[in-house]
C-alpha cells in the first residue's frame, strides 16, 4: 500500500532524461526518502551526490550511456521482463490502455516505461491491480535491472562500447555506475510499502502474471501461462 504518492513520482524523475531542474528534484526525491525511507536513502545518496555535481552535459552523458547507447538495461518494463517474447507486445498493450484511463500522455517514451509505470501506480482506482502490478512487474523489473549492473556485465558492455565505437568510456562505468544505487533505492520503497502484495503474488511460487491480471475488462487473452523469474 503507498503510503505517500509523492515519493513516487519523485524518484521516477531520476529515470527520465535529464533536463535543467533535474538536479533541483534529485534532491527533493532525496529529502523525501531521508524523512519517510531512511534506508532507501542511504542508498540513494551516493546517486544523488554524484548526479547533482556534474553539469548538464555530464548528467546527459551518464544517463545516455547508461540507457540509451550499448545500454546496461532498459528502463521499458516489458522488454525487461518478456525480451523479444510475443508477450511484450500484449503487455505494451495491456499498459496502454491503462494510461489510458488515467488520461496520462506517457510519448515520446513507450506506457511501460519505468517512469509512467511509476506514476500509473500512484493514480490507479484499482488497488488490487496496483498490488500485482507492483508485485508481478515491478519488483522482479527492478531486480532484473539491478542485475545488469553486476561487474562483469559491466566490463563486457564496456569492451563492446570500444569495438563498436572506439569510444572513451565515461569514468561512471569503470567505478560503478551510481544509477544502481537509484534502482536498490526503489526496490527498497517497494519492499516497505508492498511488503503483503509481494509475498502473496511471488512470481517465484506461481506464474508472473496472472489471468486475472491482464484481463480485468476482458479485453486481452490469457497471457504468460509458464513464464517464472530465474
Avoid: W
Avoid at 491503462?98 to 488497488?127: A, F, G, M, R
Wanted: net charge negative; proline share 4%.
Amino acid at each position: 500500500m503507498i503510503k505517500n504518492p509523492n515519493i513516487y513520482t519523485a524518484i521516477a524523475e531520476l529515470f527520465r532524461y535529464p533536463s535543467a531542474d533535474s538536479p533541483v528534484k534529485a534532491l527533493a526525491c532525496q529529502e523525501l526518502l531521508d524523512q519517510e525511507y531512511p534506508e532507501a536513502a542511504t542508498l540513494l545518496l551516493p546517486f544523488t551526490k554524484h548526479f547533482i555535481s556534474l553539469n548538464d552535459d555530464g548528467r546527459e552523458e551518464l544517463f545516455t550511456k547508461t540507457f540509451d547507447v550499448q545500454p546496461i538495461c532498459y528502463l521499458d518494463l516489458g522488454y525487461v521482463i518478456f525480451g523479444e517474447d510475443y508477450k511484450r507486445g500484449s503487455f505494451l498493450l495491456h499498459m496502454q490502455q491503462e494510461q489510458s484511463s488515467i488520461n496520462h500522455d506517457c510519448s515520446p517514451e513507450l506506457p511501460d516505461h519505468l517512469s509512467h509505470v511509476l506514476y500509473l501506480i500512484t493514480v490507479h482506482s484499482d488497488k488490487e491491480f496496483v498490488n500485482e502490478l507492483v508485485a508481478k512487474i515491478l519488483v522482479p523489473g527492478v531486480k532484473k535491472m539491478i542485475q545488469e549492473f553486476d561487474t562483469a556485465k559491466i566490463e563486457l558492455k564496456m569492451k563492446v562500447i570500444k569495438k563498436l565505437h572506439n569510444a572513451l568510456i565515461a569514468e561512471e562505468l569503470n567505478n560503478g555506475n551510481l544509477y544502481h544505487n537509484a534502482f536498490s533505492a526503489l526496490l527498497k520503497i517497494f519492499e516497505a510499502d508492498f511488503s503483503d502484495a509481494i509475498s502473496k503474488y511471488n512470481p517465484k511460487e506461481e506464474n508472473l502474471v496472472s489471468d486475472s491480471f491482464f484481463n480485468k475488462n476482458n479485453s486481452v487473452n490469457q497471457l504468460v501461462n509458464n513464464y517464472k523469474i530465474d
